[in-house]
């Protein structure tokens, strides 16, 4: 059974940080990228981060461009979101997901359609 768990969210004051996982299980993460989405509320869910299988390529979303990293070990079958600055508008619940990839597209680093989701990890950023 192919899964993903996120784990690490909570209840974190503004300014704070948050360190997300996203640990696979029944497969290995070597050949997919991963991203991370999150959906607040009545709102959209949005692409926040993505990394490409080796880790080489990145991308973030504008909106928390210089607050978050990420990162992934392989040798764990883990990804990693690195959240600092937190701001109330981050308050949302994150997804982990991943994307299998071919020779062709292992630098790919995209917030489309996607193989496997985790079930979320709640983030709140509130005084």
Known sequence: QLQ???SGGGLV???GSLRLSCAASGFTLDYYAVSWFRQAPG???EGVSCISRSGVFT???DSVKGR???SR???KNTVY???DSLKPEDTAVYYCAAKGTTLYSRYNCEYGAMDV???GTAVTVSS
């Open 117 to 119: 989701w985790g079930r």
């Open 13 to 15: 004051q503004p300014g």
């Open 73 to 75: 070990d392989n040798a």
């Open 68 to 70: 978050i990293a990420i």
């Open 59 to 61: 991308k973030y979303a």
């Open 81 to 83: 979101l690195q959240m």
């Open 4 to 6: 993903l768990v996120e």
């Open 43 to 45: 709102k959209e869910r």
